[in-house]
């Protein structure tokens, strides 16, 4: 078991990226975040995280997958993966608290 994290500038890349990533291997999203101030004088684009896990194998595929399909809209600063294997319990319930309800 891993819990997947991608975050990206742009709901729509997020999106875009992780239905790339569903396709490509069995993944389960457990939430979808964003990262902005509620202050919106601050002028940069949406950051959107997304969560997911699977097998370790699948988490790490599913990563690069959607790395690969958000750098055609995003630049390498924008797009970020991490894959926790093996997550302690606490962790797989902090993934799960999401902005966006499934």
Not at 12 to 30: F, P
Not at 39 to 46: C, F, G, K, M, Q
């Amino acid at each position: 078991m891993a819990i997947g994290f991608l975050e990206v500038a742009g709901y729509a890349v997020a999106l875009y990226a992780m239905n790339k990533a569903c396709k490509a291997v069995d993944i389960e999203i457990l939430g979808i975040d964003t990262i902005n101030p509620k202050d919106s004088s601050a002028h940069i684009p949406l950051t959107v995280q997304v969560k997911f896990q699977g097998s370790i194998s699948d988490v790490k595929i599913a990563a690069e997958v959607a790395r690969e399909a958000a750098l055609q809209f995003n630049n390498e600063k924008e797009v970020i993966t991490s894959v926790i294997e093996n997550p302690y319990e606490g962790t797989k319930k902090l993934a799960k608290i999401s902005k966006v309800k499934f």
